[in-house]
């Protein structure tokens, strides 16, 4: 298990670091991030899916993504994002409390072809809640694959937080989400075997949110 009790003091040194603050006294003092202190600084975002991570977003005055695509605790989610704003205490970065809510997402032109590919995105998170690693299987192991009885109620759980479908499928399911959080800023994750079936997912989730690309 991972020593968790140093990330607040982690997630201050991040932000030193981009804003070219560190203490003289801090044994990393000589670390700078690049490019350098000419750019503007980026937004820092804390990700996260429990009560700890909203609460330490909340202290430190910083916006908080909300990991839904995770798949843990959804349940909660919107407790846990209320307990961010009520608690948010404004910073020199962020004046007001800020939510964003990160998604899981297989898009298709079809609802059939999206469930046929998210087989290997769900064979990986299950792989990876057993052993803690794995490869992105192809579909056709994935579908080739034979499930417990356990492992397929798990996997029925685990598509409840997925936004799977076709594009006027998913369109609805996001501006649910967006409601039920009350934010308009979503961020998607699709993890799928086809790199072509990826980018044609975001492409069709672009076209029907209408999206477009700053150029």
Partial sequence: MRDIRHYPDQVNDLIAYLKDTVDASHPFAGVHAGPGPSTTMPEVWLLGSGIDSAYLAARRGLPFSY?????????????????????????????EPKVNIAVQVMCA???????????????????????????????????????????????????????DGDPQQVKAKLDALAQLYQTNDLSIVTICYDFAARVRSYELVAEVCGVKADV
Avoid: C, M
């Avoid at 803690?132 to 499930?147: H, K, N, T």
């Fill in 67 to 95: 990991a839904y695509f995770f798949g843990v605790d959804v349940q909660h989610g919107t407790e846990i994002v209320d307990t961010y704003r009520e608690h948010f205490q404004p910073s020199e970065l962020l004046t």
């Fill in 109 to 163: 032109e079809t609802a059939e072809e999206a469930k046929r590919l998210s087989a290997s995105r769900n064979l990986l998170r299950l792989r990876i809640v057993r052993s803690g690693r794995g490869g992105i299987p192809s579909v056709e192991e994935a579908l080739a694959y034979p499930y417990s009885p356990q492992e397929r109620l798990f996997l029925d759980e685990y598509s409840r937080t997925t936004v």
